[in-house]
């Protein structure tokens, strides 16, 4: 079964928020990049925390019968990027994500507004589009 990328962005972002995940920004690329439509951003207090999101991400794609392209910084835990083609996820240990500064390198990119309590059912999603 197919999943379109904003369905696939939300289930990475249900499952990092799972794992309580520090400051999510998901961010639609669509139209600026020419790689992939979302990336997801978000932090961890500690590498073991940023090891456990990646997990939880993973599992629960694989559900879906998806599974990576590519993953990198699994083992070092600092920063985690993980590739499922048209969605792309960071999963940073706060100071590298601060130091990177991937929210700056994007500014232009359109964000996703996550609202505290959003329905992340597939079938509906209750966030709204902004820029900024």
Same mark, same amino acid.
């Given at each position: *079964?197919? +999943?379109? =990328? %904003? +369905? ?6 249900? /499952?990092?928020?799972?794992k %309580?995940?520090?400051? $999510?920004?998901? !961010? #639609?690329? %669509?139209?600026?990049? =020419? ?9 961890? %207090?500690?590498?073991?925390? @940023?090891?456990?999101? /990646?997990?939880?991400? #993973? ?8 599974? $990576?392209?590519?993953? #990198? &910084? +699994? ?6 990027? *993980?590739?499922?083609e048209?969605? @792309? @996820?960071?999963?940073?240990? #706060? $100071? @590298? ?9 994007? *500014?232009?990119? $359109?964000?996703?507004? !996550? !609202?505290? &309590? /959003?329905?992340?059912?597939?079938? +509906?999603?209750? =966030?709204?589009?902004?820029? &900024?």
């Open positions: *079964m197919a +999943t379109d =990328s %904003k +369905t696939k962005s939300l289930l990475c972002l249900k /499952a990092a928020i799972e %309580k995940a520090q400051a $999510p920004v998901l !961010l #639609e690329l %669509k139209g600026i990049s =020419s790689f992939t439509d979302y990336f997801l951003l978000c932090s961890g %207090k500690s590498d073991r925390q @940023v090891q456990a999101i /990646a997990q939880a991400i #993973e599992e629960t794609l694989k559900k879906r019968g998806i599974r $990576p392209l590519g993953q #990198e &910084g +699994t083992l070092g835990g600092k920063w985690i990027l *993980m590739d499922f048209d969605v @792309v @996820v960071h999963i940073f240990l #706060e $100071p @590298v994500r601060k130091f990177y500064d991937l929210e700056g390198l994007w *500014m232009d990119a $359109p964000r996703i507004d !996550l !609202l505290k &309590g /959003a329905d992340f059912d597939e079938r +509906t999603n209750r =966030s709204e589009k902004s820029i &900024g």
